[in-house]
């Protein structure tokens, strides 16, 4: 009887130990590939969270908010009496960025600087320098523009109720409903 020897050469076991060597490399790079996908993504959405939480502030922030409001009483029911402050962390504000619309039935009436007062509490005018955050103001608006009038007298004579929108220049806008059951001086209307 006649044994057969087969012997594997040292060729064959090398060329299987390159190719485990080859799969484990394409392997690494896959996964360095993939992990430079996640940590780009995930600064992405970082950024863009950065970005929507500085714009949040921004208009959270750079808004007036109305304590309450009143028929003015130096006017002949034309006027809105608003005691306002400056939301908290916002930063001074000058008057001349304040702006405000009144849309009632009689139509809407807009305006900036010239239809608008603030005073201190006090009753004296406001510095230059503008609102300061954490102090309140009192601010009279001008309801009727000549063309549309959207006075407390008006609103009362209509449906009882105008909407405010008071909005600051790179910050925030304020809402408010004027409800206007009495067009007398100091009645309230908020």
């Given amino acids: 009887m006649k044994t057969n020897r087969r012997e594997e050469s040292n060729d064959q076991l090398a060329a299987i130990g390159i190719g485990a060597m080859i799969v484990f490399i394409a392997l690494i790079l896959v996964a360095a590939v993939a992990a430079a996908v996640i940590i780009q993504t995930a600064e992405k959405l970082q950024q863009n969270a950065q970005t929507t939480g500085d714009d949040t502030a921004d ?3 750079g808004k007036l908010l109305i304590n309450s409001a009143f028929v003015d009483t130096g006017t002949a029911a034309e006027n809105y009496l608003l005691f306002v402050t400056m939301a908290p962390g916002s930063e001074q504000t000058p008057t001349a960025s304040i702006t405000f619309q009144i849309f009632c039935d009689a139509g809407d009436v807009e305006g900036a600087t010239a ?14 320098a503008g609102l300061q955050p954490g102090t ?6 001008d309801a009727d523009d000549g063309t549309d009038d959207c006075g407390p007298d008006q609103v009362e004579s209509d449906d ?23 067009d007398t001086a100091g009645a309230l209307v908020v």
């Fill in 115 to 128: 239809a608008m007062t603030f005073l201190e509490m006090d009753g004296t005018a406001v510095p230059a």
């Fill in 59 to 61: 208009n959270m922030a």
């Fill in 160 to 182: 009882n109720e105008a909407t405010l929108y008071l909005h600051v220049a790179s910050g925030g806008s304020t809402y408010e409903n004027l409800v206007v059951d009495d």
């Fill in 136 to 141: 309140p103001y009192s601010l009279v608006i």
